[in-house]
């Protein structure tokens, strides 16, 4: 299913408020409590027991071993005792996963964990050594992270407060392989999304009908590098959603040259961790 995205779509809603009329911050669905919120609110002779205060869950830093790798992520559980489905979120190359922290806010304000984890040589998880763009172009930093993938998703499966059955994977750039190869070795999760997946493999776009699950690919429409993927996204798979965005952003920069698409992605992970 191909479509492309209007960049201008409403944010109506995305921004919670203070009784006073105060504007609290971007994330959806939360409030949170400004110092300059607060002193506005006691201007107007309201009481601090009548401000709206911030209900959004900590994030517990967490440490997963792979091979000796010390992966650090932070990991988000919703408020409610029950278990609860939860999303693995992947870095791309270069990156590190501070960028989905809008997305695993978006994810709880529906009720689903989230972790946001440091693939191997990426971020802080760098105890046996830093990813270097451009250095080595089979870098076993890149192309053994499958490993780190079924790490993480391991730890998703085997915690308490989480449904082991419903837990979907988002992966950027190199781990959008990762992600599909870790799923064909160890067992797919509910629900994939990649960005921008430009090492993604012919065997993996094979193994999308079979996996039994949903795919989503967000890409670029000037992405040079993700044409021919797209195209054979199209060709071969009957059931993968292609998302195309206006842009040249790839991979995670597609969540911020878009605001939007965090929501996006959140609103198509909750409906598919059903």
């Not at 999760?189 to 949903?214: H, K, N, T, W």
Request: charged fraction near 20%; hydrophobic fraction near 40%.
């Amino acid at each position: 299913m191909d479509r492309t995205l209007n960049d201008q779509a409403s944010t109506n809603g995305r921004l919670a408020r203070f009784a006073c009329g105060v504007h609290c911050g971007r994330a959806t669905e939360y409030v949170k409590t400004t110092a300059l919120g607060l002193l506005l609110c006691c201007c107007s002779g309201m009481s601090q027991q009548g401000v709206a205060q911030d209900t959004a869950p900590a994030e517990i830093r967490i440490v997963v071993d792979s091979e000796g790798w010390q992966l650090v992520g932070d990991l988000l559980l919703p408020s409610s005792d029950r278990p609860a489905p939860a999303v693995l979120l992947l870095n791309q190359a270069a990156g590190d996963r501070a960028v989905y922290e809008e997305l695993a806010r978006a994810l709880a304000a529906r009720d689903i964990a989230s972790l946001r984890l440091d693939l191997r040589g990426h971020g802080e998880s760098t105890n046996l050594g830093r990813f270097i763009s451009g250095e080595r172009p089979r870098s076993p930093l890149i192309w053994d992270a499958e490993v780190d993938v079924r790490a993480g998703h391991q730890y998703l499966r085997s915690h308490p407060r989480i449904d082991g059955d419903r837990i979907g994977i988002v992966g950027a750039s190199y781990s959008g392989e990762e992600m599909a190869q870790a799923g064909r070795e160890q067992g797919y999760g509910q629900a994939y999304v990649a960005l921008s997946p430009g090492s993604f493999s012919e065997r993996s776009i094979l193994a999308i009908d079979s996996s039994g699950v949903p795919w989503l690919f967000i890409v670029s429409n000037n992405e040079r590098f993700l044409r021919e993927i797209t195209a054979s996204l199209r060709e071969q798979s009957q059931t993968v959603e292609v998302v195309i965005v206006p842009g040249t952003e790839h991979a995670t920069s597609i969540l911020v040259g878009h605001p939007d698409m965090a929501e996006r992605i959140a609103v198509w992970l909750a409906q598919r961790l059903r």
